[in-house]
């Protein structure tokens, strides 16, 4: 629909992809901010009742503009740094921090035709993306010119290079029956054969725990670690800076379960094949939509309820564990599931 | 050359320093924590303490006997029913003082409350220096309702001042106890909650064991005592050992076990708040009516000698020495804080070890700052 | 390697353990509305109010009880107790205090005043919510500022100063 507005706007294919794209991220962007801010204080009122306590509720009727004081507040509140920071590298970092995830939204099939571009490189391309998100922390840990913060940038370095190693070895495991890197053939693959987290719930496991410590959720945020390292690599931060690493740790949980959900549990479709409008159409579309929310919102609420529930590994530990019990599982996972696809491909 | 510069001259290329505290968030308090580290290994710490000192002793000096027991209130503010049973246990000693039947009594009773509400938010602040931040909220709803039971004892929740020189403050009554019974019914349900939330944790074994080990020898040359101690598999309790109230006619055990680290102090106070309990339990059968204050003069005045009373705390050996020169004020006072002790052990325990292990460490040891300075 | 499998295995169990205990209380407080916290200025906890604000007692003609017998000053820990000694109207050999400050800045309610005095002169009122907004006003001057016992006569500058001079010597 959009691709059709913006091929009447101009004829030069050029202006047409830049008008398209900007209306795209434009519209991602207002979303993803909305979702955002509904995350963070579904974040805080879950917390609130796991805690047995109720949570924000004051800000507005049940509490629901809690988070509009917030981003009011950090937005006008001054930034407060010393005089001994890399200047242009500490500006720099939060934008890297929050572009990464959010370009990769770019592949992401939300429903069906529900996507800005269908890559057929669609996964190698999210990935890429997500391993640069690693380097806006890295900048920002050594911009701060903080020891606090440089220890955080490290352990980050050192936990998101580890963990994308059995991430997408659990996903080769998935590739090989798919067979295909475009995020949306994997959901059509799904269509027909059924959802790929019933023929891999070992690769499932393992692609949703690396993809919490990805996006350094608790038990694995090391990265802030706020008992040890006061904050993390955002110590210095403060204001609409803090607030954008703020965004982008949100935005690369969404991403990380948008991600779970189209490769392991079938995108936009509904369970049992399901369907009840015929495919195509606008409701049709608008159903695929929402059972592909409500799935990334039952994995957002398992990664909340990980972090309000378990205490937080220490950096040996969490290497150990990747290379120690990842790692080999997911080898010998994707062993099985290459011995398996060949038997049944012949 | 300031204590920070003398450190940093001494500093190896490969290494660096780091400041935690006193603002930090899991230093329980202004403790200030000056650590030489190379990566995140770490070479030396050096505590930095002094940053509540307030002179207790000396203020006490220049005080009466009884207001000295609002002081010690504020020394170990989580287990100040302890710190007041200290001090009034020295006055007594000191003027022979016979203390009431039923205040003693009541002393055992209010004194475990207190040694569970204070473990109870050791084990909440050990939780959220882990990072299982629930527990911390957990451990704190808990306390709340220890806190209640001794808000309707001595009239306060934190600073007690119950615990006075021949007795206790006021009686208790019917809904004390009426609200005690309740807790003992409801709190082992919630001690078995912590353990599958948090004891029964992988993650919360991977931190806690082997982190921290401290050999008994070390304990006992750093005059360490309390559950530290005990986690090394010694059985010192000064409840059994040397008994200050009647505990020898109570039924329990001392907790000990042989983990001499994070992992075994966790153990051993996890157990200890079942003991505590169980002494709440008998010692509530035993309560019968009677006096709680003895005949008195109106101004004490005890006789010239000194006296040194120790007693468990819930940290470990509270010791009080108090000097009278006849008048109505003593002539020196001086407290052996648990904490203190404690807390020298940490560079020999935490070197060699990560820095997310300091946390943990530092955790363990339980220490409050204000029994620290004093 | 039998080990390593059940390591992970009873990891496993354990970890999903702790996750139904906050599961729990999740619903405890969406379904039971068992949340613990209260929702402060709507709600308050029923304390069994016992200790708060030294509050000073009057007899049935509204005159203090206070015999000035510096009990209660002799007894404070912060010294934060100070009154002026006059005479009771009425009765002229009994002594009465004519004003009573308590310096709530100072003052650790530690009860041993009202335990140190023997006319139940004062006494803990149950209230705990007291806030001061300036520090001046947290010298509380009880016999006068509760209308009681105002229209007593009022001492001499001289003999204030007399009386101050003799609590200064108390400590």
């Known amino acids: 629909m959009i691709q059709k507005f913006a091929e009447s706007l101009s004829t030069q294919p050029y202006i047409q992809s830049l008008i398209y794209g900007a209306i795209c991220s434009t519209l991602i962007l207002g979303v993803s901010a909305l979702c955002v801010m509904s995350l963070i204080f579904l974040e805080r009122k879950v917390s609130a009742w796991m805690q047995s306590r109720l949570g924000p509720n004051r800000v507005g009727p049940r509490g629901l503009l809690q988070m509009i004081a917030d981003g009011i507040k950090l937005i006008r509140k001054e930034d407060i740094v010393h005089d001994q920071i890399m200047k242009f590298l500490f500006n720099l970092a939060p934008c890297i921090a929050v572009a990464a995830p959010f370009a990769a939204f770019a592949t992401v099939p939300f429903a069906d035709g529900v996507q800005v571009v269908d890559f057929q490189l669609g996964i190698i391309y999210v990935f890429a993306l997500t391993g640069f998100s690693v380097v806006g922390i890295l900048i920002a840990g050594y911009a701060s010119v903080n020891r606090y913060s440089l220890l955080g940038a490290l352990r980050a370095t050192a936990q998101m290079i580890s963990y994308e190693i059995p991430m997408i070895i659990a996903l080769l495991g998935v590739l090989c029956f798919t067979e295909t890197l475009s995020l949306r053939e994997t959901v059509l693959y799904q269509q027909t054969h059924g959802w790929n987290i019933l023929y891999a719930p070992v690769s499932f496991i393992i692609f949703f725990i690396a993809a919490t410590a990805e996006c350094n959720r608790a038990p694995f945020d090391l990265v802030e670690a706020e008992s040890e390292l006061v904050a993390g690599f955002h110590t210095e931060y403060a204001g609409i800076k803090f607030a954008m690493f703020f965004f982008g740790e949100y935005i690369a949980m969404m991403l990380a379960c948008s991600l779970t959900v189209v490769i392991f549990m079938g995108g936009w479709l509904a369970p049992f094949g399901f369907l009840p409008f015929e495919v195509g159409s606008i409701l049709y579309t608008v159903w695929g939509l929402g059972w592909f929310a409500a799935k990334v919102a039952l994995l957002l609420f398992t990664m909340m309820w990980f972090r309000w529930t378990f205490p937080r590994l220490r950096i040996d530990q969490l290497m150990v564990f990747c290379w120690k019990v990842l790692i080999p599982i997911s080898m010998v996972n994707l062993l099985i599931m290459a011995v398996i696809s060949a038997l049944i491909k012949g | 050359m300031n204590f920070e510069e003398k450190l940093a001259s001494q500093l190896k290329p490969e290494e660096y320093l780091i400041n935690i505290g006193p603002q930090h968030p899991s230093t329980h308090g202004v403790l200030r924590l000056l650590v030489t580290l190379e990566g995140e290994i770490i070479k030396n710490v050096e505590p930095d303490i002094g940053y509540l000192h307030r002179c207790f002793e000396k203020i006490c000096e220049n005080r009466t006997y009884p207001m000295g027991i609002p002081m010690t209130d504020r020394m170990d503010y989580l287990g100040a029913m302890l710190n007041n049973l200290g001090y009034a246990l020295a006055a007594e000693k000191l003027g022979e003082i016979e203390v009431p039947v039923r205040s003693q009594w009541i002393r055992i009773i209010v004194c475990e409350l207190n040694r569970i509400a204070s473990h109870l938010l050791w084990l909440a602040a050990f939780g959220a220096d882990t990072g299982a931040l629930t527990m911390f909220m957990f451990g704190l709803r808990e306390r709340e309702l220890v806190l209640d039971i001794l808000e309707q004892a001595s009239g306060s929740r934190l600073t007690y001042g119950y615990i006075r020189i021949g007795g206790v403050a006021r009686d208790v009554d019917k809904t004390f106890i009426k609200k005690t019974n309740e807790f003992i019914k409801l709190f082992p349900a919630k001690l078995k909650e912590y353990e599958t939330l948090l004891g029964g944790n992988p993650i919360f074994h991977e931190r806690t064991k082997n982190v921290g080990t401290m050999s008994r020898e070390t304990a006992l040359s750093f005059g360490v005592t309390g559950p530290m101690l005990r986690s090394t598999g010694l059985a010192q309790d000064l409840r059994k050992n040397c008994s200050y109230l009647p505990y020898d006619q109570l039924d329990f055990e001392v907790a000990s076990n042989n983990h001499p680290d994070c992992y075994g102090r966790y153990l051993v106070r996890m157990k200890e708040m079942g003991e505590s309990l169980k002494i709440v339990e008998q010692a509530l059968e035993k309560l019968q009516d009677g006096e709680i204050m003895p005949k008195m003069k109106p101004i004490f005045k005890p006789k010239k000698g000194e006296a040194y009373v120790k007693i468990e705390a819930p940290r470990g050996q509270f010791g009080v020495y108090m000097e009278s020169d006849g008048k109505n004020k003593p002539h020196r006072v001086k407290f052996r804080a648990p904490s203190f002790s404690n807390l020298s052990v940490i560079n020999t325990i935490a070197k060699g070890g990560l820095v997310a292990d300091l946390i943990v460490i530092l955790g363990s040891i339980d220490i409050v700052l204000g029994d620290v300075d004093r | ?171």
């Open chain 3, 1 to 171: 390697m039998e080990k390593y499998f059940k390591d992970i295995f009873n990891g496993a169990i354990a970890l999903l353990q702790g996750m139904s205990i906050t599961l729990k209380t999740m619903f405890g407080v969406l379904a039971k509305d068992e949340a613990t916290t209260v929702q402060y200025p709507e709600e308050t906890l029923d304390l069994d109010h016992t200790f708060g604000y030294v509050q000073a007692q009057f007899d049935d003609d509204g005159y203090s009880n206070c015999t000035t017998c510096m009990g209660c000053i002799r007894a404070c820990p912060p010294g934060c107790i100070t009154l002026t000694r006059g005479k009771h109207p009425e009765n002229p050999k009994q002594k009465i205090a004519i004003t009573y400050t308590l310096d709530y800045a100072k003052c650790e309610f530690c009860n041993l005043c009202v335990e140190a005095c023997n006319d139940d002169a004062i006494f803990m009122a149950p209230i705990h919510e007291f806030p001061f907004f300036d520090r001046s006003k947290m010298n509380v001057e009880m016999v006068t500022d509760m209308k009681k016992g105002n229209d007593l006569k009022e001492l001499s500058d001289q003999e204030i100063k007399d009386m101050e001079a003799k609590m200064k010597r108390l400590f």
